[in-house]
């Protein structure tokens, strides 16, 4: 079976630009989180949604949105991208995205903002 | 807020050796679930082992183990007879239920862990 996917691998922009990131869940997963992982530190968590709904959002600034579409996967966006917006952006997927469902991570996308 | 800290920062050991990293969290929920990751140079973070806070029982998978003491709040993890393939970024996290978050987890910082040959 599939694990969840992510694209891009990697993605550089410059200061000002907006990116789109897409993940892929587990098939018959319904829910996905968004995490950041900047260099050196470990995960935050960015967004969950669960059946098209966001049920949670982390301390991050309205630059940064996400959705999630009918097959259930979800799409990362962020715009007037910062330097400090450079980091590993990890999608992960569960069942329902209950507190005892288990997260299964991709393989993140590489964010480079020169 | 929820809490999770890796005091070590870089273990490096030969292989064979044993590999024991620790973890200590901090949360007022009664009923949480702790979880192991590992992180290898690749990125990805793949998914080790989960606990529940009411089972405090440890056990043993293969060459990893883990040691569950509610009483500390620690959740520490060993991998037995250490190989090269285990080097990576070990990460501690625990899950974190509100109603502004949704269901997420919090890291710790991670430990990385060298095997040499």
């Known amino acids: 079976d599939a694990g969840v996917t992510q694209s891009p691998t990697h993605l550089i922009k410059t200061r000002g630009q907006h990116v789109t990131l897409r993940c892929s869940p587990i098939?018959?997963?319904?829910?996905v989180s968004w995490y950041q992982q900047v260099l050196g530190q470990g995960p935050q968590f960015i967004f969950q949604?669960?059946?098209?709904?966001?049920?949670g959002r982390g301390n991050f600034p309205d630059r940064f949105s996400a959705r999630q579409f009918p097959n259930y996967s979800s799409e990362l966006n962020v715009n007037a991208l910062l330097l400090g917006d450079s980091a590993l952006y990890l999608c992960?997927?569960?069942?329902?995205?209950?507190?005892?469902?288990?997260?299964?991570f991709g393989p993140g996308t590489r964010l480079t903002v020169l | 807020a929820q809490k999770v800290t890796q005091a070590q920062t870089e273990i490096s050991v030969v292989e064979k050796e044993d590999v024991t990293l620790d973890c200590v969290y901090e949360?007022?929920?009664?009923?949480?679930?702790l979880f192991w990751y590992k992180q290898p140079p690749s990125g990805e973070l793949v998914f080790l082992i989960r606990?529940?806070?009411?089972?405090?029982q440890n056990e043993i998978s293969g060459r990893y183990s883990w040691n569950f003491q509610k009483s500390t709040s620690s959740f520490n993890f060993t991998i037995t007879a250490s190989q090269v393939v285990d080097s990576a970024v070990y990460f501690c996290?625990?899950?974190?239920?509100?109603?502004?978050?949704?269901?997420?987890?919090?890291f710790g910082g991670g430990t990385r862990v060298l095997v040499k040959p």
């Open positions: 992960a997927s569960s069942l329902s995205g209950g507190r005892t469902d288990t997260q299964y």
């Open positions: 098939s018959g997963h319904k829910s």
């Open positions: 949604y669960y059946e098209k709904e966001e049920r």
């Open positions: 949360t007022r929920d009664t009923t949480y679930y």
């Open positions: 606990r529940n806070s009411f089972d405090e």
């Open positions: 996290a625990l899950s974190e239920s509100t109603r502004a978050a949704g269901n997420k987890l919090t």
